[in-house]
């Protein structure tokens, strides 16, 4: 599974993965809001299961979609379990 692989890249030499292209690291103590909207949408070919936005200190939006594979159960949990301000949908 893609994810597994990404999982073990971030364990062994996480400076590898953000030296390519559209990788970034958010730094937790920068997250002012987490919003989650777990509304499904569909793209150009598939659905997704909704989407997180996190808003950070300076202002900054950042939003991600939340594939299919993943449940956005465990993506909020996530959020909870490092205690970041969180609110459903937007």
């Known amino acids: 599974m893609f994810e597994a692989k990404i999982d073990k890249e971030i364990e062994i030499n996480p400076d590898d993965l953000l030296a390519k292209r559209n990788n ?3 730094d937790i103590n920068n997250i002012k809001l987490v919003q989650v909207n ?3 949408s569909f793209h150009t070919a598939w659905n997704d299961n909704g989407s997180v936005q996190i808003t950070l ?3 900054k939006k950042l ?5 299919v594979s993943v ?3 465990s993506i909020i949990e996530t959020f909870k379990s490092q205690n970041l301000p969180l609110q459903n949908s937007f």
Not at 63 to 67: S, V
């Open 57 to 59: 200190k300076d202002g």
């Open 63 to 67: 939003k991600f979609i939340i594939p």
């Open 24 to 26: 970034f690291r958010v």
């Open 71 to 73: 449940l956005e159960k």
């Open 38 to 40: 777990e509304k499904p």
